[in-house]
């Protein structure tokens, strides 16, 4: 069982193995960026969170529980853009979900409006990190949403 909560508060992530090994905590210490996790996927021995407060600066990390190390694949923060979700500030995941043939993480992606533009960000959306080529891209569908 994974669980992103500490009693009530949303702001440490234990992970709590099956197998009978012991829980752990995760957080910034570790090099977790933010300790407020807004969504959390397990694929097998990968955790995958958006950690960071709405309105703040957030990021998109993944958590190998054999190694502990922890990978930013997105952040809000990141001037440099080496994913479409690098540099958005105020961004934050609604919600975070794993396709059925754990190909791919799908995330909800809310920014809210651009105050430069007075519209909605063109990044806001569903965007899909995939797991075999370790690419985020954003996809759009009028249905069921295709894992090739």
């Not at 309105?55 to 958590?63: E, P, R, T």
């Amino acid at each position: 069982m994974i669980s992103p909560q500490d009693s009530l508060l949303p702001s440490r992530l234990h992970p709590f193995p099956l197998l009978g090994a012991s829980a752990f905590r995760i957080n910034t210490s570790d090099g977790l960026p933010s300790n407020f996790v807004q969504q959390l996927a397990a694929v097998d021995e990968q955790l995958f969170a958006w950690v960071g407060e709405r309105g703040y600066l957030a990021s998109f990390v993944s958590i190998d529980l054999a190694s502990r190390d922890i990978r930013t694949l997105a952040s809000c923060q990141r001037k440099q853009q080496l994913t479409p979700l690098d540099d958005f500030p105020h961004a934050s995941c609604g919600l975070m979900i794993v396709t059925q043939h754990k190909k791919m993480v799908v995330m909800a992606i809310d920014a809210g409006i651009d105050p430069d533009t007075n519209r909605y960000s063109n990044r806001n959306g569903f965007w899909a990190y995939q797991l075999a080529v370790e690419k985020i891209k954003k996809f759009y569908t009028s249905g069921f949403v295709s894992e090739s």
